[in-house]
C-alpha cells in the first residue's frame, strides 16, 4: 500500500517540479516564467493530441513511450520515499536493481531516437552514452560508500547507514552528496550540460531523442523524463539527507514524512534551478572531465570512511 | 546427400541431449568414472573418462548450445548445401561438440589434451571453412598459432606435475599438487594461465579471437564464443581452484587484474567494432574478462580461508559462464540471421531490419537485453550475482588493502555494463533501426522457420534463467559444496537478493504491469491511438539514408575522450617484437639455405659425425 502511495506521489508531484524549477529559474534570471503547472498542461494537452510517426519507425517507437513509463515506474517502487522499511520495496530496494532498470530506461529511449533514423537523435545519443559512461560508475560508488561500511547494497541499509553514520562521517556524506549532485545535473539534463530549453542541434542531448515523437507519445515520454527527475533528487535524498522518513505507519509519521519529502523536492528544485540560473553552457568534451571529476570524489568518499 | 545432411543433424541433436543429461547428473551430485581403455598396451596413453559437479554446468551449457546450433543448421545450412559442401560443416559440427565434451569429462592428462586438441583442430577447420573469401586463411592460421602456444603451455604445466607426482591421472594431481613446492606451483600456475587464457581470449592473449570468431559460419561462432572458451574457464578453475585450492595471494589478484583490464578494454574495443559479429566477438572477451575477474576474486578468498566469499564469488563466475553462454550462443545465430538475409554484417551497410525482418528483429531484441545486463533477463541476473560478491567481498575487505582491489573489481564491473550498453545500443540503433543503408538491408526478409525456432528457443531459455536462476544456483552451490573440500551453505549475501526465488519474477511483474497498465489507462481516458505517417524532420532538405549517424560516428565522442584505452599496447609491445624476431631469427638460419647441393652434403655429413660422438660420449657415460 505504502509502495504504491509512493509511487503515485512521485507520478502526480513530478511535473509540479519540473514547472517550479522552470519558473525559479526565470525569476532568477528576470524574468516573469511560465506558471508552475504548464507542464500539467502541456501533458493534458499532449495527451488529446494525434500521433505524427516516424516513416522509417519500427514497432520500437510504439513499444518505447509505454515501457519507459513502466520501467520509471518500476525504479520508483525500489527507492524508499515515505518509509524507510524494506518490505513493500521492489526486490528490497537493491540500488543494483534499480539502477538497472533506469538504465534500461535510457536504453530504450536511444533506440527510440534512433529508430526514426534522425540524425539529431544520433548525434544525442552518442554524447548520451559518453555521459552515461561515467554517470554509471559515479552513481554506484557513491551509494556504495554510503551502504558499504554496514555491508549494505540495497536502500533501505543505505537508508540506515546514512541516519547512523551521518553524525559520525561527514566525509563520506558530503563527498557523496557532491558526486550524486553532479550526476543529478546530467541525468535530468540541467545546465551547465545540457541545455533543456533549447532544441538547437549544437547543444542537445536529452531533447534530441524526442525530437520525432509527439501526441500521447510525447506526452508519456515527457512524464517519465519528469518522474527521473525526482527519483534522482529521492536517491539523493535516501544517500545523503533521510531526514523525515518514518519507519512507522502511523498517521502523523506518513504526514511528516510526506511533508519533509516535498520541502526537500522543493529544496532541491531550488538548488538545480540556481544552479542553472548561473551558469553557462559547457562543451561537449569538457563535461567527461567533469564526471571523471565526480567519480574521483566517489572513490575518495568510499576511500574516506576506511582512512578518516 | 539430404539423407546424410538429417542424418548428421539427428545424431547431434541426440548427442547434445545426452551431454545436458550428464551434465545435469552431474549437477545433481553424480560423479563416476568410466575407463581406462587402453590406446597402445602399457604406455601412458590410456583414455579415462569421469563426470564430477565442477563440470556438470558446462556440460549442461555445452548440450544446450550445442542443440540449439543443430536446429540452426537446419535452415543456415541452405547457402552451404546449395554450395555442394554442406555435409562436411554437418559432420564438423558434430566432431566439435564431441570433442568439446571429451574435454570437459577427461579424468587424465592423455584424454584431455587428445579432446584439448581436437576441439583445436576442428575449431581451425571449421573457422577456414569459407577459405575461398580472401583473408580468412591468414585470420584462421593466426588461430592455429595462439591455439598451438596455449597447448604448448598447457603441456609443459602437465609434464611438470607428472615430474613431481609421476602420474597422469587427475585424481592424483587433486590430492598432490598442494604439497608441491611453491616455486613449483607457481610455475605451473602460470603455465596453465597462459594456456587457458590463450583459448579464453584474455588480454593480452586474445588477438585470435575478433579475427576467428566473425569469419567462422554463425553456428561455428557461436559454440566456440558461447562453449569453447569456457573449456578454457574449466581447466583453469580445474587447475587453479580444484587442485590448488587457490593458490597464494597473488595468483588470484593477478588473474583479475588480467580479467579486469580485459573486460573494460575489451568493451570499449566492442563499441567502435563495424561487423555485427566482431562486436559480438570483442563483447566475449569482455564477460571472459568478468568471469576471471570473479574467478580471481574467489581465488584470492580461497588463500586468505575465506570460504564463504570465495564461493559466492565463484558461483558468480559460473553463473554468468551459463548466462553468456546462452545469451551469445543465440545472438550469434541472430548475428549469422543478419548475414543470411543480407549478405553482410557491416553495421554501416545495414539498418531498417527490424521492419523488414520483424520476427527476427524482436528475437535478437530481446537477446540484446539480456546481454546489456537488463531485467528481468539472464544476463541480468549473471551481473546481480557478481555484484552481489564482489560488493560484499568490498565490504568485508573495506579496511584492508585488499578492499582496494574489490573496488577495482566493482568499478570495472560498472565500466563494463556501461560500455556494453554502448555497444548494444550502437548494435540495434545502427544495425536494425532507422533507414535501411543499402539495397541489401532494404531487400531483407525474414529467415527460415528453423532458425528462427533456434533464436526462439535461445530467447526462452535466456528469460527463464533470469527468471528463475535462483534455483539453478542453488543447485550449483551443493554441487560445489565439496570445493575445496570444505561443505559450504548457499552463502547468505545471495539469498536476500539475487537468490531469492520471487524476486526477479516479481520485478518482472511488476515492469509488465505497469506498462500495460499505462497502456490500458491512456487507451481508457483518450481512446485509441490516431497516427499519422510524416518523414522524419530534417531541416526541411532532401532526406537520404546517409544522414543518419553511422556505426563509426555514433562511438566516436568515446574515441574521442578516451584515447588512452584504444592504444593497442599489446600489439606494440608483445606481438610486433615476437613477429619481428621470429622473421629475424629466420632471416639468419636462411642463410643455412644456400641452395648448393656441396653444401647439404656437408650438413648431412657434420650432422652424423655429431650424432656418432654424442652416441658414443653417450654410451660411454652410461
Known amino acids: 500500500m505504502i509502495s504504491v502511495s509512493q509511487v503515485l506521489l512521485l507520478l502526480l508531484i513530478a511535473p509540479f517540479v519540473q514547472g517550479y524549477v522552470q519558473w525559479l529559474k526565470a525569476r532568477i534570471q528576470g524574468r516573469r516564467g511560465p506558471s508552475p503547472l504548464r507542464p500539467w498542461r502541456d501533458l493534458r494537452k499532449q495527451f488529446a493530441k494525434e500521433v505524427v510517426l516516424s516513416d522509417a519507425a519500427s514497432w520500437i517507437s510504439r513499444l518505447v513511450p509505454y515501457l519507459s513509463l513502466g520501467l520509471v515506474l518500476g525504479a520508483a517502487a525500489c527507492l524508499p520515499v515515505l518509509s524507510g522499511l524494506p518490505g513493500p520495496l521492489l526486490a528490497s530496494g537493491s540500488i543494483f536493481l534499480f539502477l538497472s532498470l533506469l538504465a534500461f530506461s535510457r536504453l530504450s529511449l536511444l533506440l527510440l531516437g534512433l529508430d526514426s533514423g534522425s540524425a539529431f537523435a544520433g548525434m544525442g545519443a552518442g554524447r548520451d552514452l559518453l555521459f552515461s559512461l561515467l554517470v554509471e560508475p559515479t552513481i554506484f560508488v557513491s551509494l556504495l560508500a554510503v551502504g558499504l561500511p554496514t555491508g549494505a547494497t540495497a536502500f533501505p541499509g543505505i537508508l540506515r547507514a546514512a541516519t547512523v553514520n551521518a553524525p559520525q562521517n561527514p566525509a563520506v556524506a558530503s563527498l557523496a552528496l557532491v558526486a550524486i549532485t553532479g550526476v543529478i545535473l546530467v541525468e535530468t539534463g540541467r545546465l551547465p550540460v545540457d541545455n533543456p530549453d533549447t532544441h538547437l542541434e549544437l547543444t542537445m542531448v536529452h531533447e534530441s531523442f524526442l525530437l520525432e515523437s509527439s501526441g500521447r507519445y510525447l506526452a508519456l515520454l515527457t512524464w517519465s523524463a519528469q518522474i527521473r527527475q525526482v527519483l534522482w533528487y529521492t536517491v539523493l535524498f535516501d544517500a545523503c539527507c533521510p531526514w523525515g522518513i518514518s519507519d512507522m505507519d502511523t498517521g502523523a509519521g506518513l504526514s511528516i514524512a510526506i511533508l519533509s519529502f516535498v520541502l526537500k523536492v522543493l529544496l532541491a528544485g531550488s538548488a538545480v534551478a540556481l544552479i542553472e540560473g548561473v551558469s553557462a553552457k559547457w562543451r561537449i568534451f569538457a563535461v567527461p572531465r567533469y564526471l571523471t571529476f565526480a567519480l574521483a570524489l566517489a572513490v575518495a568518499a568510499m576511500l574516506a570512511d576506511a582512512i578518516l | 546427400m539430404k539423407t546424410i545432411h538429417v542424418l548428421a543433424t539427428t545424431l547431434t541433436a541426440l548427442l547434445c541431449a545426452a551431454i545436458t543429461a550428464l551434465g545435469w547428473a552431474a549437477l545433481q551430485g553424480v560423479s563416476e568414472m568410466t575407463g581406462p581403455y587402453q590406446v597402445v598396451p602399457d604406455s601412458p596413453l590410456v583414455i579415462v573418462f569421469r563426470i564430477q559437479p565442477l563440470a556438470g554446468l558446462f556440460l549442461c551449457l555445452l548440450g544446450v548450445s550445442g542443440m540449439l546450433s543443430a536446429v540452426y543448421a537446419i535452415g543456415y545450412h541452405n547457402e552451404y548445401r546449395a554450395r555442394r559442401y554442406g555435409i562436411l560443416l554437418d559432420l564438423g559440427i558434430l566432431a566439435f561438440i564431441l570433442a568439446m565434451a571429451v574435454v570437459l569429462l577427461a579424468a587424465n592428462v592423455f584424454t584431455f589434451m587428445l579432446g584439448w586438441e581436437a576441439m583445436s583442430v576442428i575449431s581451425f577447420l571449421l573457422v577456414i571453412y569459407d577459405h575461398r573469401k580472401p583473408g580468412i586463411l ?265 578492499g582496494v582491489l574489490d573496488v577495482i573489481a566493482l568499478l570495472a564491473l560498472f565500466f563494463t555494463a556501461a560500455l556494453t550498453a554502448w555497444a548494444a545500443i550502437r548494435l540495434y540503433g545502427i544495425g536494425f533501426l532507422g533507414q535501411p543503408r543499402s539495397d541489401a538491408a532494404q531487400d531483407a526478409r525474414d529467415v527460415p522457420r528453423t532458425m528462427r525456432i533456434a533464436l526462439w528457443i535461445g530467447v526462452t531459455l535466456t528469460l527463464l534463467s533470469g527468471l528463475f536462476g535462483a534455483s539453478l544456483i542453488a543447485r550449483l552451490a551443493k554441487a560445489l559444496s565439496g570445493i575445496p573440500e570444505r561443505v559450504t551453505p548457499v552463502p547468505a549475501a545471495l539469498t536476500n537478493g539475487p537468490l531469492s526465488s520471487v524476486t526477479v519474477p516479481t520485478v518482472f511483474a511488476v515492469i509488465a504491469g505497469a506498462t500495460v497498465a499505462v497502456w490500458a489507462l491512456v487507451r481508457l481516458a483518450q481512446g485509441k491511438t490516431r497516427t499519422r505517417t510524416a518523414p522524419t524532420w530534417t531541416c526541411g532538405g532532401e532526406r537520404t539514408p546517409s544522414m543518419q549517424y553511422s556505426g563509426n560516428g555514433l562511438s566516436q565522442p568515446l574515441e574521442r575522450a578516451w584515447p588512452l584505452v584504444l592504444t593497442p599496447l599489446a600489439m606494440r609491445f608483445v606481438y610486433r617484437p615476437a613477429y619481428a624476431s621470429v622473421v629475424h631469427s629466420a632471416t639468419f638460419f636462411r642463410k643455412l639455405q644456400s641452395g648448393n647441393v656441396r653444401s647439404y652434403l656437408v650438413y648431412l655429413f657434420a650432422t652424423i659425425v655429431l650424432l656418432l660422438v654424442i652416441a658414443r660420449v653417450g654410451g660411454g657415460v652410461r
Open chain 2, 138 to 402: 591468414q585470420s584462421g592460421l593466426l588461430y592455429a598459432i595462439m591455439t598451438q602456444i596455449g597447448s604448448a603451455f598447457l603441456l609443459v604445466a602437465f609434464l611438470i606435475l607428472y615430474a613431481y607426482t609421476h602420474s597422469f591421472d587427475f585424481a592424483t594431481f587433486a590430492a598432490e599438487a598442494h604439497t608441491l613446492p611453491p616455486v613449483v606451483q607457481s610455475v605451473i600456475f602460470l603455465c596453465s594461465l597462459i594456456g587457458f587464457s590463450t583459448k579464453a581470449g584474455i588480454m593480452p592473449l586474445h588477438i585470435w579471437l575478433p579475427r576467428a570468431h566473425p569469419i567462422a559460419p554463425s553456428h561455428v561462432s557461436s559454440l566456440m564464443s558461447g562453449v569453447m572458451i569456457k573449456t578454457a574457464l574449466y581447466g583453469f578453475l580445474t587447475v587453479a581452484i580444484l587442485w590448488f585450492g587457490g593458490g597464494a595471494m597473488w595468483w588470484g589478484v593477478t588473474v583479475a587484474c588480467l580479467g579486469a583490464i580485459s573486460a573494460v578494454a575489451a568493451a570499449t574495443l566492442a563499441t567502435r567494432a563495424r561487423g555485427i559479429k566482431q562486436i559480438l566477438a570483442y563483447s566475449s572477451i569482455d564477460n571472459m574478462g568478468l568471469i576471471f575477474l570473479c574467478t580471481g576474486i574467489a581465488m584470492l578468498e580461497f588463500s586468505l580461508h575465506d570460504i564463504p566469499l570465495g564461493m559466492l564469488a565463484l558461483l558468480a563466475a559460473l553463473w554468468q559462464t551459463w548466462n553468456h553462454g546462452l545469451f551469445k550462443t543465440s545472438l550469434f545465430h541472430g548475428a549469422g540471421a543478419v548475414l543470411y538475409a543480407t549478405h553482410t554484417d557491416s553495421l554501416n551497410r545495414l539498418g531498417g531490419l527490424a521492419r523488414s525482418m520483424p520476427k527476427t528483429s524482436i528475437a535478437f531484441f530481446i537477446l540484446l537485453l539480456s546481454w546489456s545486463a537488463l531485467p528481468p533477463f539472464g544476463g541480468f541476473s549473471g551481473e546481480w550475482v557478481m555484484f552481489t560478491a564482489l560488493a560484499t567481498a568490498a565490504a568485508h575487505h573495506l579496511h584492508s588493502p585488499v
